[in-house]
Antibody, heavy 124, light 108 residues
Framework: QVQLVESGGGVVQPGRSLRLSCTAT????????MHWVRQAPGKGLEWVAV????????NYAESVRGRFRISRDNAQNTLYLQMASLRPEDTAVYYC?????????????????WGLGTLVTVSS | EVVLTQSPGTLSLSPGERATLSCRAS???????LAWYQQKPGQAPRLLIS???SRATGIPDRFSGSGSGTDFTLTISRLEPEDFAVYYC?????????FGGGTKVEIK
C-alpha cells in the first residue's frame, strides 16, 4: 500500500535552514508529481510547493518562493524540501502529498495520499 | 488566486442526521476541479471526493459531492460517529491550488 513518511522537522531559529525528507513506498514514485502542504497549529491547509514526476518542473506558493526549494531523487523514492531564511510564520506541520493523477507538468491536482507530517517550529 | 470560503465554520449535529457543507469560490474558471478532504485530530487529511462528485476509493456512499461554477456542496446523508471531523475543500483547476478554511462537524 502507499506510504509516505516525512522526516527532518524540529525546532530552528529564525533565519536558519532546514531540510525535510519524504520517503515513498507502494507506488511508482517516478510517475507522479509530488507536493508539500503545510498546516500551522490550529489552522487550515496551505499548499507550499510541487515538483513534476521527473523533477524538471516546479512551482511554489508566493509565501515561500525564493526561500524554499523542492527536489526529488527518483532512484531513492525520496522527496525533499530545502527551507531557508525561516520565519516564525513558517511554523507548521509539513505534509508530503502524492498527486492524484499522472501529469507531465507541475500543474495543480488533488491529493490521494498524504504522509503523517513532520512538525517544524521556528522560534528563538 | 481563488479564495474558497467554507460555511458554516462549525456544524453541530447528532449521529444519524444529514450534514450539508458549503464551499464557495471567489471566482469561477476551475471547472469541477474541486476536491473534499476529511481530517481528524492528529491525522493527515483523507481524500473523499475529487472532480466535485467522484468518491475516492473506499469512501462510503453516504458521502456525496455536487456543484459547479462557484458553489459546491459536500453532503453526508447520515452521520456516523466516525464522521465527526474537519472537512476541507480544495480547487485544483487554477494555479495556485487553494484550500478552504474548513468546516468542523461536531457532535451536538
Amino acid at each position: 500500500q502507499v506510504q509516505l513518511v516525512e522526516s527532518g522537522g524540529g525546532v530552528v531559529q529564525p533565519g536558519r535552514s532546514l531540510r525535510l525528507s519524504c520517503t515513498a513506498t507502494g507506488f511508482s514514485f517516478n510517475t507522479y508529481g509530488m507536493h508539500w502542504v503545510r498546516q500551522a497549529p490550529g489552522k487550515g491547509l496551505e499548499w507550499v510547493a510541487v515538483i513534476s514526476y521527473d523533477g524538471t518542473n516546479d512551482n511554489y506558493a508566493e509565501s515561500v518562493r525564493g526561500r524554499f526549494r523542492i527536489s526529488r531523487d527518483n532512484a531513492q523514492n525520496t522527496l525533499y524540501l530545502q527551507m531557508a531564511s525561516l520565519r516564525p510564520e513558517d511554523t507548521a506541520v509539513y505534509y508530503c502529498a502524492k498527486a492524484g493523477r499522472i501529469l507531465v507538468t507541475a500543474s495543480p491536482v488533488f491529493f490521494d495520499y498524504w504522509g503523517l507530517g513532520t512538525l517544524v517550529t521556528v522560534s528563538s | 488566486e481563488v479564495v474558497l470560503t467554507q460555511s458554516p465554520g462549525t456544524l453541530s449535529l447528532s449521529p444519524g442526521e444529514r450534514a450539508t457543507l458549503s464551499c464557495r469560490a471567489s471566482q469561477s474558471g476551475f471547472s469541477t476541479y474541486l476536491a473534499w478532504y476529511q481530517q481528524k485530530p492528529g491525522q493527515a487529511p483523507r481524500l473523499l471526493i475529487s472532480g466535485a462528485s467522484s468518491r475516492a476509493t473506499g469512501i462510503p456512499d453516504r458521502f456525496s459531492g455536487s456543484g459547479s461554477g462557484t458553489d459546491f456542496t459536500l453532503t453526508i446523508s447520515r452521520l456516523e460517529p466516525e464522521d465527526f471531523a474537519v472537512y476541507y475543500c480544495q480547487q485544483y483547476g487554477l494555479s495556485p491550488l487553494t484550500f478552504g478554511g474548513g468546516t468542523k462537524v461536531e457532535i451536538k
